[in-house]
Antibody
Framework: QVHLQESGPGLVQPSQTLSLTCTISGGSISSGGYYWSWIRQRPGKGLEWIGYILHSGSTYYRPSLKSRLTMSAHTSKTQFSLNLSSVTAADTAFYFC???????????WGQGTLVTVSS | DIQMTQSPSTLSASVGDRVTITCRASQGVSTWLAWYQQKPGKAPNLLIYKASGLESGVPSRFSGSGSGTEFTLTISSLQPDDFATYYCQQYNSYPWTFGQGTKVEIK
């Protein structure tokens, strides 16, 4: 059973960088064939896919966020990270990490973590 | 980006009712379509993948159908645990996109 857990600061100042880590238990990024993704949900709103990282280290970012976004996998292969720079209040959201499969999208999710952008 | 439009946005129903939620894509997505259930304060839960594939552990009262631009999620007999918000998501084209959600409320 795969379990995902997000961690990181709950409060980020405007113009700073939002950094989150997703820790995987019961699996690892090395088991190929999955899209290790970040998804966010502004409070009371819908879901927005941010991007993914593959076991090869290749990434795909949502075009509207691409200029501010970096994803990486840790050498342990049981963690991957999100860095979103130059944040504004519009980046305030619950951030989820999730595992996506080729056929079965987003079958495992973290519980989500609320990140508030405010001074 | 492919726009996913769900209808209705809110649905009031009673236990035992048959419920149908529609999801329309602004461009064809073949059958690369998933459905999720989300309860307040929780992460979404995968119900249906590839338009009609029932995720393991999901009750058989849930079913999905459709292809191209029009899809439906059907709950054959609504149970108390089913009152939640439901989202469709296309994974045919980047960026992957979600519908705005359909909230199923108690009538």
């Amino acid at each position: 059973q795969v379990h995902l857990q997000e961690s990181g600061p709950g409060l980020v100042q405007p113009s700073q960088t939002l950094s989150l880590t997703c820790t995987i238990s019961g699996g690892s990024i090395s088991s190929g064939g999955y899209y290790w993704s970040w998804i966010r949900q502004r409070p009371g709103k819908g879901l927005e896919w941010i991007g993914y990282i593959l076991h090869s280290g290749s990434t795909y970012y949502r075009p509207s966020l691409k200029s501010r976004l970096t994803m990486s996998a840790h050498t342990s292969k049981t963690q991957f990270s999100l860095n979103l720079s130059s944040v504004t209040a519009a980046d305030t959201a619950f951030y989820f990490c999730a595992r996506g499969g080729y056929y079965r999208q987003f079958d495992y999710w973290g519980q989500g973590t609320l990140v508030t952008v405010s001074s | 980006d492919i726009q996913m439009t769900q209808s209705p946005s809110t649905l009031s129903a009673s236990v035992g009712d048959r419920v149908t939620i529609t999801c329309r894509a602004s461009q064809g997505v073949s059958t690369w379509l998933a459905w999720y259930q989300q309860k307040p304060g929780k992460a979404p839960n995968l119900l249906i993948y590839k338009a009609s594939g029932l995720e393991s552990g999901v009750p058989s009262r849930f079913s999905g159908s459709g292809s191209g631009t029009e899809f439906t999620l059907t709950i054959s007999s609504l149970q108390p645990d089913d009152f939640a918000t439901y989202y469709c998501q296309q994974y045919n084209s980047y960026p992957w996109t979600f519908g705005q959600g359909t909230k199923v409320e108690i009538k």
